[in-house]
Each structure stands twice: as C-alpha cells, then as structure tokens.
C-alpha cells in the first residue's frame, strides 16, 4: 500500500507555515549559503537546521539564517539580502527552494514516514500572495514537481538524506487569500460552514487578508467568486510598517537597526538590544516600544481603543499626541470621534425616513475620510489618485443630487438617483474604463463577521 502525504505551505514574509497529513508547524523564512567547514557553531543547539544539496553546497535555514544575515555588521549587506527577501521575486530565488525542501523534510519527518520515501505519494499545494499567484504559479510547480534529492540536519541529529519524487499533476498553487476563505468557511474535514457560506457568497463582501508586509484586500461578488480585478495589496498598513515606525523611534540610539531586522531581534535577549550613552551601556526593549506604536495613540490615555478615551481627553493631550504619533494619526483620530458621531445620526435618519438628511450625513464622511482619515490616495502618489479622480467625476455628475464618498479597497460608492443611473455609468466608465462601475443592491442581513 502506497504512503501518502499531504502537505501545504504558505510562504509567508515572516515564516513558512505548513501542514501536513494535519500536524501544523512554521519556521523562519531565510536560507543563506554557507561554508559549514569554516563555521564555528556547527550544530548541537535547538532549532538548527542545515540543507546540502547533491554538489555539498549548505545552507542554513530558519533563525539560524536571519542570525548570520542581522548579526552581519555590513548593513549594506543586510539591506541587500532583504531588499531581495520583500519582493515576490523571492518566490523563484534559489533560498526559495532550500525552504521548500525544507519543509517537505520536515513534513516527512513528522508524519513518520522518513523509510517510506520510495513510495511516498505527495500531494503538495503552495499558497502564494493573490497578487502574484498567476504569475508565479507555473515556475513554483515546475520547481516543486520532480525527482528531489538533498540532506538535511536539524539541530543536533546527524546528517539524514532525503530522495522523493513529486508527480507535477499532485504539485497545485492556490491564493492565499482564497485559502484563508476556504479555511474560514470549512472545518478541518473540509465540511463547508453554512452559514459563513451563506453570508460569503451573498455579497459583495470585502475578504482582508492580513499579513506582515501586506494586507489583501479581495473583493468577493454576489455567489461567492473573487473579483480578481479589483484585489490589492495594501503595503502602507500591514505589520511592517510598525516595525518601520519602531526603527524611527531608536534611529538616534541605535541608527544600525532597520525594520526588516527587528522581527529577529525580538527572538533574542528578551528583545533587548543595548547602546551606549555617555560612556554607559543603556538598553532598548524592542517589545515594549513595537506594543506602544500598535496603539500610539490609545496608548497615551492607557485604552486598548479610541472610542474608550473620552473626546475631551483627547483634545486636551493634543499637543503631546503630535508628538509622540505625528499630525497624520491625530487627523484620523479626529475622523473617527466625527464618524461614530455621523452613525448614530444616519441611523436616526433612516429610522424616521429622512432620506436627504442621510445622504447630507454621507457627503460629509466622504469628506472627512479625504480630508482628516485620509484613505483616499495612497502617501506619496503624485500621478495615480484614481479614488480622488472617480471622487471627483462623481460629484460633478451628481450636480448636487445623491452623494458619493470613498470606500474600500480602491473604490467608492455612490447613491445616484434612479433618474441619473444610466447616464452616470455611461460617463463613469467612459473616463475610468469599461466594468468600472457597478450597480449594487444592498441585502437585508447587513454586515456579518465572518471570522
């Protein structure tokens, strides 16, 4: 009887998290060639892992990996080896298929059947970022299907060898955004939720997918099929811009430590690095500061949320929260105590049928959102500010009628009079294109949590 195994992995920017035949377990996404004869740490400790091909080429891999590239005090170096890491073309990167090895040596490992590998049947899937997955999907199957054959050491085994054979037909990639989907909608059985289900294919619903150097953000129609063409992926929000937020709070400490370095350093000494000051050795708790800058500004007024601080409490410690979180969170705090306030008036509005005075209401978030959240067009775009442009367009178009405001994912939305609906998306799509304006009907159910 042939041995199966089923494996999937996710290539994060932060780890490789993979299942297989249901045991779950991660590891550090980096890989960095090495000449293990000159290295002095040679094993023995937890969480080593070394990969040698057939030539005797090693690599080290996982945390033993990110301490070689942040350890190394050629920030140019460093800067170079990640620069390469936050791009997708990591995804056909020779340190790409060291960690796929990898973790297919592992999942051998743990699903007992190392002495089994003549026979083994694996069934691999691959979830890659919804943006690249076209582009990237043949390369990654013809990558992972074939004959493999390396060793591997994982902290202080002896050397193991490794010989399998992948069919390209059981090698498959998926979005990881649709896995998410998937995985959310269905238990471990792959038995659908249906009432997630049901409220995921009666949309349109907006699918978030949170990552540490990006968020996606998929657009889901009416009868539950992704709408790849208006999918993005927000890199100005996701976890990496905290850490970016916490190399600019020690630049004048410790100007040597980037972004991109801090993930590893929160793994070693408690996330305490030091520096010196005055002839003393002073230390910097990188946990601390990274927590502080997750919550700038409820932090300062000890809450977990803005709507806990009072309003009045806010305005009074506007100076110092300038400070300490700039101009722009202050502007989209203000936002947020004038949005909450707009909510509560819309839904009287709506209660005692006063259709113009919500719409008033929904003029002015689309404008406070422009002006004080500013999610309207992304930091530093200059030439490319299509939600302003469609902002724009609509209004004009309007004359006054309706009302238009920003939504998410790069659209907007506009409440236009039965009367103007034809000619309002002909000129919309005349300027912004064909299919780019869509009629909605809003469903009785509302807004549901799906996760």
């Known amino acids: 009887m042939q041995n ?20 779950h377990y991660k590891f550090p996404f980096n890989a960095v060639e090495t000449d293990e004869r000159k290295m002095s740490d040679y094993g023995r400790r937890n969480g080593f892992i070394l990969y040698k091909d057939e030539s005797g080429t090693t690599w080290r891999v996982g945390q033993y990996a990110r301490g070689l590239i942040f350890d190394n005090k050629e920030q140019q170096e460093q800067a170079e ?18 960690g796929l090895r990898t973790a297919l040596a592992m999942a051998i490992n743990k699903a007992g059947l190392y002495d089994c590998q003549a026979s083994l049947d694996i069934r691999l899937i691959v979830a890659l970022p919804h943006s690249c997955r ?30 399998f054979t992948i069919q390209e037909s059981n090698v498959y990639t998926i979005s990881q955004t649709i896995a998410a989907i998937l995985g959310e909608t269905s238990d471990d059985n792959g038995n659908i939720n249906e009432e997630k289900f049901f ?41 990496k811009m905290v850490n970016v937020a916490v190399e600019q709070e020690i630049a004048n400490q410790r100007p040597d430590i980037k972004h991109y370095s801090i993930e590893y350093l929160l793994t070693q000494d408690d996330g305490r690095v030091r520096y010196l000051e005055n002839g003393k050795a002073r230390t910097i708790d990188l946990a601390t500061i990274r927590s502080e800058k997750i919550q700038e500004v409820c932090a300062h007024f000890g809450k977990s ?31 947020i ?27 002015a978030s689309g404008l406070s959102s422009w002006r004080y959240l500013q999610n309207v067009v992304p930091a530093g775009y200059k030439a490319h500010q299509e939600v302003a442009v469609a902002l724009s367009l609509a209004e004009r178009l309007l ?23 034809e000619g309002f998306k002909a000129e919309m799509e005349r300027v ?18 799906l996760v």
């Open 4 to 23: 199966q195994l089923f494996v999937s992995i996710d290539p994060g920017f932060d780890n490789m998290k993979v299942i297989a035949n249901g045991q």
């Open 81 to 98: 080896k990640m620069r390469g890491f936050y791009t997708e073309e990591r995804f056909t990167s020779n340190e790409f298929m060291v």
């Open 134 to 163: 076209a582009k990237f999907s043949s390369t990654i199957v013809g990558a992972a299907a074939g004959e493999h054959s390396f060793f591997m050491r994982f902290d202080d085994s002896q050397e193991k060898a490794y010989h």
């Open 199 to 239: 409220y995921l294919s009666n949309g349109p619903t907006l699918v978030i997918d949170g990552g540490y150097y990006t968020v996606g953000l998929v657009p889901v129609s009416r009868g539950g099929s992704v709408d790849d063409a208006r999918a993005e992926s927000d890199t100005g929000h996701a976890m």
């Open 305 to 335: 949320v803005l709507r806990e601080v009072p309003e009045s409490e806010f305005y009074a410690a506007l100076p110092v929260l300038r400070r300490k979180a700039g101009d722009r969170a202050a502007l989209r705090a203000i936002h």
């Open 337 to 363: 105590y004038e949005e909450n306030r707009r909510v509560e008036k819309q839904v009287e509005a709506l209660r005692r049928n006063d259709f113009g005075a919500f719409l008033d209401l929904v003029r």
């Open 399 to 421: 004359g006054g009628r309706g009302a238009c405001g920003g939504g998410f994912a790069g659209t907007i939305q506009a409440f236009v009079p039965l009367d103007m609906l």
């Open 432 to 449: 912004l294109g064909a299919g780019m304006c869509h009629v909605l009907t809003i469903r009785p159910v509302g807004g549901v949590r």
